[in-house]
């Protein structure tokens, strides 16, 4: 700064000139409408423009006194570095008299307290109020015409000063752009330095994914700024379907319904775990795209069930039968018996050492009733053509094991579940019985009632596999069934008894044809009501043992806030 005697021997000098202003209304002191150079905004407002009433009782030496204090106290506290309190008293200097060089002082403490718009404000003001034959006050003083265009090039300088700009945003790939209506001011990624001139912009935040964020700010010239932004990811539509209807839905680990879930979520990726007890946990990587409905059918697999032992225990028995049945051709007691042994022994032996551990209890299922089916097939297809049991026996035992082995090819490739296989087995057996029934019937030739037999099993193996297209039913599901086609058989005859009380054979009579029908017809409908009724009484038994299920869902508030909710849900 000038010093103070050579500055206040300036405003002494020129107190016959001042005094004019000082006397005047306030407002002859307010400056001319000029170019202010802000683009995109208006000047800062300064506080010179907003001087207080001076008190009319105050003489113009007292005014100059006082002013001559307050510029005093500006200058000590400018050299102190307390910028702000020398704005405060140099201001106040320049209300009691407004002369021009104070707004230098102001201008330059402005400048060192980083305040670039109020100081280029005040510097511009302080050249358009320099007048035009302003001389030195002293010879100390700088040339009032060499100090405009030095102050001058000064402004440019500062007005140069660019803004710097740092924005941190999560995620840390966003893009931010900074425009006004006139331009496109800097463009950059999340964590770089942007510089603009100063000037009001709209920031804009964009990641993909999320929503983007826009933002006014007031760039100062040389200010630096910095900016945080967490923005908000996308949100999109989930609906999850499981069946069955009462497995439990995990969304990254957190229970979020039973059976069903649907939800607005953020749009990223989640984990899907369904889990019920008795099936396969399901895991699954589920992208939620912005603004659309992912849809997620989950169909549990049950657990498979390891039936090796089972099988084992049947290849020894089937493996004593088939040996037999085909050294029956040789019509020798001694070598049947004897192959049989043999037999059992290789079946028992080699299913021990070379059947895996991991032996599903569907495939296991499907070959005991393949080799059982075999069996039938053999035995019946021969009979069609002959009754020498030389030759029955020893095709029905062949078969036994082309059905064995065909069932457990079958049962690996398909993957058949335990249930499938008993409803599979549910069905050739209750065919077989309908077509032996129906050839005890009509006793027709031995050849007719072989056929019969034949499409009665082949009937029923056809329905069967159609079936477990559209059931799924468990083991114990179908022995149910399978009980209640006993039962109907078993009442069928007890209510023939009742109806024929006399037809029936004492103890060592032969059954006349009349009587054999009677049974069979009974046996036949009695199979079918009770097969009927022991499908529909457990129709439900494989369902969930409660109609009410436990849900967990959201709801949205009138606020639109969000909150969880809990309860049961079911169908009546």
Known sequence: MTSVLV????????????????????????????????????PPKLEIDDCPVRDPSLTEDQLRKRGAEHYTRGETLYLQGDYLGAVEELVASYCKIPYYSILKDIGQAYERKLEYELAIAYLERYIA???????????????????????????????????????????????????????????????????????????????????????TIDAQ?????TYFFELTPLKGQVSVQVTPSDARIFLDKRLVGIGRFDARLDAKMYEVMTERQGRITERRNVEVLPNQIRRVQVELTPTPQFGRRQL?????????????????????TGISAFGSLGGGVAGLAGSYFYLPESVTLGTSNLTITSSLGGAVVGAAGSLVFTSDQRIVQPVAGAAVLIGAGAGYYLGNRTKIRPGDAALINTSMMWGTASGGLFAVSFAPPRSVAAGLVLSGMGMGAISGVIMTRYFDISRTHAVLIDVGGIVG????????????????????????????????????????????????LSRNFDSPNVSLQPTIGTVTAADGSRTSTYGFSGSF
């Open 7 to 42: 500055r206040w021997a300036t405003i002494a000098a020129l107190a016959v000139v001042t005094s004019v202003v000082t006397s005047a209304a306030p407002a002859q002191a307010q400056p001319q409408s000029r170019d202010t150079g802000f683009i995109g905004k208006g």
């Open 129 to 215: 109020d320099i007048p035009i034959d302003a001389k030195r006050a002293s010879q100390c003083a700088a040339d009032p015409q060499e100090d405009k265009e030095n102050v001058g090039r000064r402004v440019h300088v500062l007005r140069d000063l660019k803004a710097h700009i740092l924005v941190q945003t999560q995620p840390s790939s966003a893009r931010i752009t900074i425009e006004n209506q006139a331009r496109i001011a800097a463009r950059g990624q999340s964590g770089e330095e942007m510089l603009v001139v100063g000037d009001i912009y709209q920031m804009k935040v964009e990641a993909p994914g999320f929503e983007t964020e826009i933002r």
């Open 221 to 225: 010239i040389g200010k630096p700024y």
């Open 312 to 332: 084992v225990l049947f290849a020894s028995l089937g493996g004593a039968t088939v040996s037999g049945s085909l050294l029956y051709a040789f019509s020798n």
């Open 489 to 536: 058989m078993l009442g069928g005859l007890a209510i023939e008894s009742l109806a024929y009380p006399t037809a029936q054979a004492q103890p060592g009579d032969q059954v006349d044809e009349q009587t054999r029908e009677h049974l069979a017809n009974f046996a036949l409908g009695g199979m079918a009501v009770g097969l009927i009724g022991g499908g529909i």
